[in-house]
């Protein structure tokens, strides 16, 4: 598979779920992403939700995409480094592609709009059908 193959995933299946860490307790949570693309994993959250803490304590992550509609049970599975983004100009960009965060009240000037991207990314796919054979990664990031 192609970097534009893991990419295109990513934004067709955009529910994905995020892994970190506190202290050394997993966590996981569904996350929607906003966007993919060859420079990283793009996502927004709020500064006073414990994901934010959890990311500047420790910015290693995972995250798995899913395909709900495919029949083998298809994911892609990314590790990587989170990079906070400090961006007016994107953060004007993502609430436009949000406009449910401005309902909440949130501008681009806020400090509680947190912008970050997964870089360093380590990325496989899986499924049923090929889940005993060994990983090929793809680097991107």
């Not at 529910?15 to 506190?22: D, K, N, P």
């Not at 083998?72 to 480094?81: I, L, N, W, Y």
């Not at 960009?93 to 406009?99: G, H």
């Amino acid at each position: 598979m192609e970097l534009n193959d893991y990419i295109k995933f990513a934004n067709e299946n955009p529910i994905s779920y995020l892994a970190t860490t506190e202290g050394t307790q997993p966590r996981v949570r569904g996350f929607q992403l906003w966007y993919a693309d060859k420079t990283g994993l793009y996502y927004s959250s709020a500064a006073g939700k414990e994901l934010y803490k959890q990311l500047k304590e420790n910015p290693k992550v995972e995250i798995c995409f899913f395909n709900p509609k495919s029949k083998d049970m298809q994911q892609m599975r990314v590790s990587g480094t989170v990079q906070f983004i400090d961006d007016l100009e994107m953060k004007k960009k993502l609430l436009d592609a949000r406009p449910f965060l401005k309902q909440a009240g949130l501008t681009p000037e806020n400090p509680g709009l947190i912008l970050f991207k997964v870089t360093k990314c380590q990325a496989h796919f899986w499924t049923f059908a090929t889940g005993n054979q060994p990983k090929q990664f793809v680097s991107f990031a």
